[in-house]
């Protein structure tokens, strides 16, 4: 099974920060790798997929970039609806997708 | 804009069935997979399984034995039945359109429903 080990687990912002969530798979899986937004209470929201492709409508201070089998999230300019947790998800292996363990981003 | 929506029973009592079904907005079943993920108070994400219209599935392999999942495009739905459920199986169930065509994204979500197993 593919495992995607995402870090950091939490991390502290401010509104206006730039900030860097990764995930790591355990094989190659070309950018099969897709990024999710949970605000409390909600289902999660596609933000990302194909390692570095915004859905429409998200806006373009997210991004997603690849090296190699590490995968990075990042967020410029955090706003305060961006306080959330996030989620990225493998979905090479159509057999079994897994996510990551989640990173929850909060206020500093 | 596709929509979707779990319904089903809020309590399971233990070691009983669980049986959820998700609706979907319209013509769009077919053509996708349709995907059922899980996630446990305060916990992360759980992908349980997927079905094709034409009942092609995958299941995730810690739950296959209990899991049966199907699809009825006359009714816009699909359905997930998990048998001899404990307290573990307690948690939110989402439903979602998975784009298999693309790269395994989950594009459209339900909104979710709570399913609690307790006697």
């Known amino acids: 099974d593919i495992q995607v080990t995402q870090f950091p687990s939490s991390l502290s912002a401010s509104v206006g920060d730039r900030v860097n969530i990764t995930c790591r798979a355990s094989?190659?899986?070309?950018?099969?790798l897709n990024w999710y937004q949970q605000q409390p209470g909600k289902a999660p929201e596609l933000l990302i997929y194909g390692a570095s492709t915004l859905r429409n409508g998200i806006p373009s201070r997210f991004s997603g970039t690849k090296s190699g089998t590490t995968f990075t999230l990042t967020i410029t300019s955090l706003q305060f609806e961006d306080f959330a947790t996030y989620y990225c998800?493998?979905?090479?292996?159509?057999?079994?997708?897994?996510f990551g363990q989640g990173t929850r981003l909060d206020i500093k | 804009q596709v929509q979707l929506q779990e319904s089903g029973p809020r309590l399971v009592k233990p070691s009983e069935t669980l049986f959820l079904t998700c609706s979907v907005s319209d013509d769009s079943l077919r053509g996708y997979y349709w995907t059922w993920v899980r996630q446990s108070a305060g916990k992360g994400l759980e992908w349980i399984g997927r079905?094709?219209?034409?009942?092609?599935?995958n299941y995730n392999p810690s739950m296959k034995s209990r899991l049966t999942m199907s699809v009825d495009a006359s009714k816009k739905e699909f359905s997930l039945t998990l048998t001899s459920v404990t307290a573990a199986d307690s948690a939110v169930y989402y439903c979602?359109?998975?784009?298999?065509?693309?790269?395994?994204?989950?594009?459209?979500w339900g909104h979710g429903v709570l399913v609690s197993v307790s006697s």
């Open positions: 094989q190659a899986i070309s950018s099969y």
């Open positions: 979602a359109r998975d784009r298999e065509d693309s790269f395994g994204q989950l594009d459209y």
């Open positions: 079905i094709y219209i034409n009942g092609a599935s």
């Open positions: 998800q493998q979905g090479y292996t159509s057999s079994l997708y897994t």
